[in-house]
């Protein structure tokens, strides 16, 4: 862990005796509930309260050394929620690979997590409109020796390079030419800090907003990140954008979130809610960037 961070596993450890946690507040002491196997937006206006999924992966979704959960997802849902008459929003921690799973086991409505639009989790889910861009970058030793900038600068000087488990950054690697046996997989953004600072790996992939943001917390540490970038896959330049996602038989609850969630983008209210994650108006999706265009890819 770095600086009080909790490392995904520990905050399992953790949840897995202390059950769901509420947003702005402390942690509950409640065992994890289903919901509702009916209209999850109805029930979720009756009952003033509704349920969502996290990975515990700053900026987008985790809980602070308070028990608090936040992040850009959690606070972003928080205040869609509320514009839609629902005070009471819980989070429930699981492995990001288990997010859509859980999802679908009815142990949350809503994955609030930061998770990247893509075709196969498109077949297995339902995503709101993009929250927001992002772009790829590396994690590197500091004055980045062997000046590697892309994916493809990896794959030419065969350094090893840190993913993180379940995330999109893996398939863009390999996409670039990036060999298996070049790629480490690893469970926490705090252990890619370290195998790179370690010399176990030249590099780390992920969002330049995650990297900036576990490196802030590690002012000290000999690493800086590169500019970021648009991965390619044949030829074409791959756009990153994460969504909220929702199950497929569930459209009325999407669908007002989803009314709720423009509102912010275009009012510029979305922009004041992530600034504190390292988000800005830069990271507001273009028009013609949608979930129907990601989830063809």
């Not at 946690?21 to 509704?50: E, H, N, R, W, Y």
């Not at 004041?272 to 999706?285: E, M, Q, R, Y």
């Amino acid at each position: 862990m770095v600086h009080g961070e909790w490392s995904r596993r520990e905050f399992f450890r953790r949840s897995a005796v202390l059950g769901a946690v509420t947003i702005g507040g402390p942690v509950l002491l409640a065992a994890c509930t289903s919901t509702s196997s009916g209209d999850a937006l109805q029930a979720a206006k009756s009952a003033k309260k509704i349920k969502i999924g996290i990975a515990n992966e700053a900026p987008y979704g985790f809980t602070d050394q308070s028990g608090k959960v936040t992040g850009e997802a959690p606070e972003v849902a928080r205040a869609v929620f509320k514009a839609m008459g629902i005070d009471n929003v819980e989070a429930e921690a699981v492995s990001f690979d288990q997010l859509i799973p859980a999802l679908n086991a009815r142990k949350y409505d809503v994955v609030a997590a930061g998770m990247n639009i893509k075709k196969e989790r498109c077949d297995a889910a339902a995503f709101s409109i993009p929250d927001y861009s992002a772009l790829t970058a590396l994690l590197v030793p500091k004055g980045n020796p062997q000046q590697v900038m892309k994916f493809e600068d990896i794959a030419a000087k065969k350094v090893k390079v840190a993913v993180l488990s379940a995330a999109v950054e893996k398939g863009y690697a390999i996409d670039s030419g990036v060999a298996e046996d070049q790629i480490v997989t690893l469970d926490s953004q705090d252990n890619m800090l370290r195998a790179v600072t370690d010399g176990r790996v030249y590099c780390a992939a992920l969002t330049d907003i995650s990297l900036k943001d576990v490196l802030s917390k590690s002012p000290g540490a000999a690493a800086e990140v590169t500019p970021g970038f648009d991965p390619m896959k044949d030829g074409k330049p791959v756009i990153s954008a994460g969504a909220f996602v929702f199950r497929k038989d569930d459209n009325p609850l999407r669908e007002a979130f989803n009314a709720e969630l423009k509102k912010l983008h275009d009012s510029g209210e979305w922009t004041k809610i992530v600034t504190p994650f390292g988000f800005s108006a830069d990271n507001l999706p273009k028009a013609d960037v949608t979930t129907e265009k990601l989830c063809a890819v």
